[in-house]
Nanobody
Framework: QVQLVESGGGLVQPGGSLRLSCAAS????????MGWYRQAPGKQRELVAA???????NYADSVKGRFTISRDNAKNTVYLQMNSLKPEDTAVYYC??????????????WGRGTQVTVSS
């Protein structure tokens, strides 16, 4: 009974910025790693950024220096600040949470996705 809901996508001009949010609701014990993935038409889904429960981050080389991932554990929410956006960033963005529904069971949950379009 865990649901992830993304928000913040939309249309933006090259060089612009967007901030994506993803919040978890439902019944669960804890959340481990939170991440953002993206998928463009005809391409495989790829990891954009991830953040562990301890705050360690990693980024795809294509977004390093432009995107920042953060989390608010009190709100069960992950954010992706996207700056200096490029047309090649256009994709559907999905959040992914590692969720423990009890102390001994772990699953990956996915959001439905939010469209980001970078175009002039």
């Amino acid at each position: 009974q865990v649901q992830l809901v993304e928000s913040g996508g939309g249309l933006v001009q090259p060089g612009g910025s967007l901030r994506l949010s993803c919040a978890a609701s439902g019944s669960f014990f804890s959340i481990g790693t939170m991440g953002w993935y993206r998928q463009a038409p005809g391409k495989q889904r790829e990891l954009v950024a991830a953040i562990t429960s301890g705050g360690s981050t990693n980024y795809a080389d294509s977004v390093k220096g432009r995107f920042t991932i953060s989390r608010d554990n009190a709100k069960n929410t992950v954010y992706l600040q996207m700056n200096s956006l490029k047309p090649e960033d256009t994709a559907v963005y999905y959040c992914n949470f590692e969720v423990s529904e009890d102390p001994h069971r772990e699953y990956d949950y996915w959001g439905r996705g939010t469209q980001v379009t970078v175009s002039s």
